[in-house]
């Protein structure tokens, strides 16, 4: 018996069964007491009702806290440039070497149903299944991250999300948030440009943001952080399109990834990698661990290394895409985290939320299922389905497998030894905050006669909903960056809210 596989109906077997198999000529009728049209008594003994219905009753799972909405595909990782002086990551172990992969894209702050195409970061969620084990990679769309102290990881989903008392979003509460926290306003300008409502997944870049670690056995290591870049072509959309594509089609990025790949287009992103040799961190013109910050190009370049292609859609959604479980904490030989705050807390609760999400042994599902795998003590627990069979339930054991060449992960960390004092830390905003907002005010100029307005005119678009209070802290904040940006923005919002209120 194969436990592992599903039995569905094959040629002859086109009947009706009851959850145990046995065969029903009758699944929509009903067994009760009484011959009557309209007058009879239902059986608890109506076994196949009983389970149905509990069956639908039962279908919901917790939808992801964040990144809820989301689209999912196969695909596979091809390298194509040798960078094994960087890495010894077995995937990138020679050029040419393909390496099957999962990816789920999502927006991040609406519901399961909620429209594709809102103003959003945007999450890219890849899962290489390795030889050496699955490596997963939980990057944005954005090159920037809102937060550097991960304990603020609650305050800013709440703030984007719906308002305990009226269960609506709300402007000022957003605004609030950010004006609390000005060292997001990067990544604001950023979510308030073009680039926070894109065309759809295809035509968007993305990026590791934090900064992970390339790393080799005998302990050497580089940082690194990754940025894969649309084969497509970036494409983005204005508010007004926006507003008009949610309203024709609330799905149309989910649509237009499935589309694309049912027809044969395959999407795909050149990956590149940006080193930051280790003695350089401290050098750096911007702190490297710090997710806020954007890392400059023209300080570290682009170095390619491979290229991702989406090439197969799901059969079931369900199954196969919510049931997809991504983790910072699937390192594998040759990539490990940084000291990055941010990336150090995220090694936790993703695995956390699975476990609440999809129970302990969500592992095992075939989507998140690596090629090997091997630990007797991880046993039982609810819907197992492989368990290990006959084998001990301990280790060592002279009953078990005689592990013969154990493999070591993370070998570079042996070789980081710290001692320090134990200290309460908070990071402070400071004028440094502001240096790349600015820059990238000045750089929406260099991309198009309109950019620099649009920005003003979305950010008057959601800030008109704010309180008058929220509105004029947020002009302070915007003075920080640059005066023509919060004057522009100052008139334009005051406008607006001053035509709203004549509505
Ligand atoms: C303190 C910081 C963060 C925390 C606590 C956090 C937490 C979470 C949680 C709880 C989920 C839902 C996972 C699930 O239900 O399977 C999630 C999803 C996700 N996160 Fe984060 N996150 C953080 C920062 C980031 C950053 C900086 C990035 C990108 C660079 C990121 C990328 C993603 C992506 C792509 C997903 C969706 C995964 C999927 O498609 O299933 N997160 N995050």
């Known amino acids: 018996l194969n436990v592992s596989d599903q039995s569905l109906p094959g040629p002859g077997e086109d009947y009706y069964t009851l959850s145990n198999g046995c065969p029903i000529d009758n699944p929509q009728g009903l067994v009760r007491l009484g011959n009557n049209e309209l007058d009879g008594k239902v059986l608890l003994q109506d076994i196949n009702l009983i389970d149905v219905l509990t069956h639908v009753t039962h279908e919901r799972i917790p939808e992801r806290v964040v990144h809820a909405k989301g689209s999912g595909a196969y695909g596979v990782f091809e390298t194509t440039h040798d960078i094994t002086n960087l890495t010894s990551l077995a995937f990138l172990n020679k050029v040419g070497k393909q390496t099957p992969l999962f990816a789920r894209f999502s927006t991040v702050a609406g519901e399961k149903g909620s429209a594709d195409n809102v103003r959003d970061s945007r999450g890219f969620a890849f899962k290489l299944y390795t030889e050496e084990g699955n490596l997963d990679w939980l990057f944005f769309g954005a090159p920037m991250f809102p937060l550097r102290d991960p304990a603020k990881f609650p305050s800013f989903t709440h703030a984007q999300k719906r308002d305990p008392s009226s269960n609506l979003k709300n402007a000022s509460v957003f605004w609030d948030f950010f004006n609390q926290n000005p060292e997001g306003y990067n990544f604001l300008m950023r979510l308030f440009s073009d680039q926070g409502t894109p065309w759809s997944y295809r035509y968007t870049d993305i990026h590791s943001i934090n900064t992970y670690r390339f790393t080799q056995p005998d302990g050497n290591f580089h940082y690194v952080r990754i940025a894969l870049k649309t084969d497509q072509g970036v494409r983005n959309l204005t508010q007004d399109q926006?507003?008009?594509?949610?309203?024709?089609?609330?799905?149309f990025a989910t649509r237009d990834l499935y589309t694309a790949i049912d027809a044969g287009d395959f999407p795909s992103w050149t990956a590149y990698a940006q080193i930051i040799r280790p003695g350089d961190a401290v050098t750096s013109s911007v702190n490297i661990f710090d997710a806020t910050r954007e890392l400059p190009e023209k300080d570290y370049p682009l170095i390619p290394f491979g290229r991702i292609t989406l090439n197969r859609n799901p059969a079931n959604y369900f199954a196969e895409v919510e049931q997809s479980a991504f983790q910072v904490a699937n390192l594998v030989p040759g990539w490990d985290v940084s000291s990055d705050p941010?990336?150090?807390?995220?090694?936790?609760?993703y695995g956390d939320t699975q476990r609440y999400r999809l129970g302990i042994n969500f592992p095992q599902l075939p989507v998140n299922r690596p090629v090997y795998s091997y630990n007797p003590t991880r046993r039982d627990g609810a819907s197992n389905i492989l368990n290990l069979g006959n084998l001990p339930n301990y280790f060592p054991s002279r009953y078990g497998p005689q592990i013969v060449a154990p493999r070591q992960y993370r070998a570079s960390a042996e070789h980081m030894e710290w001692v320090a004092n134990v200290t309460s830390y908070l990071s402070q905003v400071t004028d440094n905050d502001f240096d790349q907002p600015r820059d990238y005010w000045h750089t929406l100029a260099g991309m198009g006669a309109t950019q620099q307005a649009n920005l003003v005119y979305n950010v008057a678009s959601s800030l008109s909903g704010a309180e008058a209070a929220v509105?004029?802290?947020?002009?302070?904040?915007?003075?920080?960056?640059?005066?023509?940006?919060?004057?522009a923005v100052q008139n334009q919002t005051e406008a607006l809210v001053l035509s709203n209120a004549m509505l």
């Open 242 to 251: 926006m507003t008009r594509l949610i309203g024709v089609d609330p799905d």
């Open 471 to 487: 509105r004029q802290q947020t002009y302070k904040v915007f003075r920080k960056i640059h005066r023509d940006l919060a004057g």
């Open 342 to 349: 941010i990336l150090q807390v995220r090694l936790f609760p």
